[in-house]
């Protein structure tokens, strides 16, 4: 099983940066592709970056493709989302997740979640 905490989030004004970070219990960690979603107000949530167990291969959303980088440390079992140029349309709970699935992008397919971290960007 993971236990999965997010932090980082915070508020800051469009064009600014954020890095978020996604700390793991577990001994497994390093087994599990990881992926960062988030849920605006009044939307679903919704796909935002996974990374494979490696750290080899990362899978984005075009809305953030460029932009947000996702990385992972399975030395230190936690996994990152670095957060560039952001918009005010990325203003939402980001989450982080885990799964030993194969489709990404998908939230059905990811079996443990973190709280979530508030991000808020002003224009």
């Known amino acids: 099983q993971l236990q999965l905490v997010e932090s980082g989030g915070g508020l800051v004004q469009a064009g600014g940066s954020l890095r978020l970070s996604c700390a793991a219990s577990?001994?497994?960690?390093?087994?599990?592709?990881m992926g960062w979603f988030r849920q605006a107000p009044g939307k679903e949530r919704e796909f935002v970056a996974a990374?494979?167990?490696?750290?080899?291969?990362?899978y984005y959303a075009d809305s953030v493709k460029g932009r947000f980088t996702i990385s992972r440390d399975n030395a230190k079992n936690t996994v990152f989302l670095q957060m560039n140029s952001l918009k005010p349309e990325d203003t939402a709970v980001y989450y982080c997740?885990?799964?030993?699935?194969?489709?990404?992008?998908?939230?059905?397919?990811?079996?443990?979640w973190g709280q979530g971290t508030q991000v808020t960007v002003s224009s």
């Open positions: 997740a885990g799964t030993y699935g194969s489709r990404w992008s998908e939230i059905l397919n990811y079996d443990y």
């Open positions: 577990g001994r497994t960690f390093s087994r599990y592709v």
């Open positions: 990374i494979s167990w490696s750290g080899e291969n990362t």
